[in-house]
Each structure stands twice: as C-alpha cells, then as structure tokens.
C-alpha cells in the first residue's frame, strides 16, 4: 500500500492513488493531530482535549475508538500493536503505514517522504544549511522547492482544536522562516526586483514581521529606491508601536540609519530581526 497525507493546504489523502480523504469532522480532526506528531505516540487525553476540550461525552474511550476504527477502515490500516513496529533482532520498523494502539494513546507510523509536513520541514532545514554554508543559489532552489509544498494555509478545511492549534502557529512560524531564507537568498543573487513585490504583499499581511520589513527595506534600496526604503522602515516602525508597543529592534534601526546616511553597503548576509510579537 502506498500512502500519502497532505496537511500544508487542504486536508488530503491518498492510497494506492486514490483520494481517501475522511469527511466526518472529527476524524479528521484525530488524523490531523496524528499526523502532526507522526512516527510519535499522542496521547488520549490529548486526543481527547482537541476533540472535546473539557466537555468530553461520557462514552468519550469508546467514541474515541470508534473514530480511530473509522480511520483504519477508510485508509486501509492494519489493526497493530506496538510489538508489531519491530522486526528481526528487535529493530524499530516503519517500512509500512500503520495506526499503532498503545496502552493510553495511539501512533501514526509513517515515512517522512509519505507526509509533506515532514518534507517541507526536512527541505526547509537543509535550504537554511547550504545558505549559512554560502551555497546561495543551491539554498534558492532548495527552499524553493520546500515552500512549493504549500497549497494554502494548513488545514485550511479543518476546524482545529487547542492542539491543532498550536501545531499549526508551530507551522505557519516555520514557513515563514523558510520563506525569509528563501528572499535572502534571492536578494544575495540579486533578484532584488523580483523579490519587491512579493515582500510588499508580505509586509501587510505580516506589518510586525521584522525579518521580512528588513528585507523589503533592502530590496528597495538595491533597485534604487532609497525612499521608499525609508518609507518602509516608518511603516514598519508604526505597525510595532502601534500593535506592539515596542520600537523596532536595534538590528532594524541599524539598518535604518545605514540607509539614511546612503552608507547601506550591501553586506551578503542581511539582518534578520526576530518576529516579536
């Protein structure tokens, strides 16, 4: 059986290259958190707290396995246990798709080429490696390649619980991490007028992201427009006060003041201020 599940857009998933996709709310729900922490045991009461938070049904262990039979049944998982994730000389096995019982919890056993969360994260890392490693157009094409694996925003069609929740801020903070290394890469190849309109559209729906107003504060200054470097930066230093109640970062203002004084001398590495929130 082949499988693969998609969570950075729509829920999605296919088996043997059909669409198996559940569509009972809260078994998606249960394969969405499952999925989130694949390869590790969640918990019941975890389960639990997303599904009901804390107004569980008295039935809450038996609806609980019910949901889990539905997901086995529709995905075609073998029922196992977890003395079944062993092979010869007691080595760990994930050579097959499987949902594992364990005594309070359950496990979603899957390779990591099998969910694009997986590989988004593993191709987000190795694009920040080859950059910091000085590879530019490799991390370009790398970190390209990563955020390719997006086809909205995660879960979009799923109504995530406290858990999910947090997994998904979890996601959207590292997509956006490898969407800055990505533009830093490209600003250093100098693409600086590709990358304009793009850190404009980022610049609003992210006004407190410093990393990303930083950015657009440079791609303006290296495609001539000095002046609207330093508009940005007022913009930048607005949205802070405004919704934070901060100033910029010292990093920020730096670069500011560079740009003021005409003296931005184009370093290869960019400042990347931390998003505060």
Known sequence: MTLEIRLLGPLSVIVDGQDATPTAPKPRRVLALLAMSANSVVRNEKIIEELWDDNPPVSVTT????YVYQLRKVLHFRVSSPA???????????????????????????????????????????????????NVTEAARILREALRLWRGAALVDVSPGP??????????????????????????????????????????QHPTHEGFQAKLMVAMYR?????????????????????LGIEPSSELQRLHRAILAGELHLPENLPAPAHRS
Do not use: K
Request: hydrophobic letters at 40%.
């Open 63 to 66: 609806t609980l396995q019910t």
């Open 163 to 204: 858990i999910l929740q947090m997994d998904l801020l979890r996601l959207e903070e590292i997509r956006n991490s490898a969407l800055e290394a990505r533009i830093e890469a490209d600003l250093r190849l100098g693409r600086q007028h590709q990358v304009l309109g793009e850190l404009i559209g980022l610049v609003a």
């Open 223 to 243: 495609a001539g427009r000095r002046s609207g470097a330093l508009h940005a930066y007022q913009h930048a230093r607005e949205a802070l006060v405004s919704e």
């Open 84 to 134: 079944d994730r062993t092979g010869r000389g007691g080595q760990q096995s994930h050579s097959s798709a499987a949902l594992h019982t364990f005594s309070g919890g359950y496990m979603l056993s899957l390779d990591s080429e099998a969910l694009d969360c997986l590989r988004f994260e593993r191709l987000a890392r190795l694009g920040r490696s080859r950059l910091e490693a000085g």
